[in-house]
Antibody
Framework: QVQLQESGPGLVKPSETLSLTCSVS??????????WAWIRQPPGKGLEWIGN???????YYNPSLKSRITISVDTSKNHFSLRLSSVTAADTAVYYC?????????????WGQGTLVTVSS | QSALTQPASVSGSPGQSITISCIAT?????????VSWYQQHPGKAPKLMIY???KRPSGVSNRFSGSKSGNTASLTISGLQAEDEADYYC???????????FGGGTKLTVL
């Protein structure tokens, strides 16, 4: 059974960089069958796709966030990470990591429990 | 602004059937059979219920079904149960906006 677990600071100051890690267990992040994704949800609002990474380092980012996002993968630790720079209050959200099927861009079959990140001074 | 429009809320009584629509503002739903549906209970992560328009992952009840007509995708839940009360999100590929886009979500209330 694949499990994903987000970790990182729950509070980030405005203009700073948000950094989160998603640890994957029960499966290899190096698999050719999956992408690894970040999705967020502001409190009381809907879901927003942030971006995906393939273990070979291919990335796809939400164009509205692209200038501030970096998603990377560490195969030795079987985890992948999100960095979002120059954060504002609008970046306050629950951040989820998820596994995405290789051939189906909208198929997110395993999700982490989510971690709330608040942007505040 | 989402490129996928869902009703804010729907409701039904136990045993009844309901349908949630997901209307694309462009032709992406009609052009690609990539719509998926997610169920989210309060405080929980979303759960995949339907993918590629009408396919159910293993373990998902056959009371859940998906369909598509033109630029509108739909999720139908038959034999409503109290445990179905949740938020539901559609998701589609969008070549013109953000690559992957979610609908605004629909709150299902089981009366």
């Amino acid at each position: 059974q694949v499990q994903l677990q987000e970790s990182g600071p729950g509070l980030v100051k405005p203009s700073e960089t948000l950094s989160l890690t998603c640890s994957v267990s029960g499966g290899s992040i190096s698999s050719f069958n999956y992408y690894w994704a970040w999705i967020r949800q502001p409190p009381g609002k809907g879901l927003e796709w942030i971006g995906n990474i393939f273990y070979g380092r291919t990335t796809y980012y939400n164009p509205s966030l692209k200038s501030r996002i970096t998603i990377s993968v560490d195969t030795s630790k079987n985890h992948f990470s999100l960095r979002l720079s120059s954060v504002t209050a609008a970046d306050t959200a629950v951040y989820y990591c998820a596994r995405r099927a290789f051939g189906v861009v909208t198929l997110f079959d395993y999700w982490g429990q989510g971690t709330l990140v608040t942007v505040s001074s | 602004q989402s490129a996928l429009t869902q009703p804010a809320s729907v409701s039904g009584s136990p045993g009844q059937s309901i349908t949630i629509s997901c209307i694309a503002t462009n032709n992406d739903v009609g052009s690609y059979n990539l719509v998926s549906w997610y169920q989210q209970h309060p405080g929980k992560a979303p759960k995949l219920m339907i993918y590629e328009g009408s396919k159910r992952p293993s373990g998902v009840s056959n009371r859940f079904s998906g369909s598509k007509s033109g630029n509108t995708a739909s999720l139908t839940i038959s034999g409503l149960q109290a445990e179905d009360e949740a938020d539901y999100y559609c998701c589609s590929y969008s070549s013109s906006t953000t690559f992957v886009v979610f609908g605004g979500g629909t709150k299902l209330t089981v009366l």
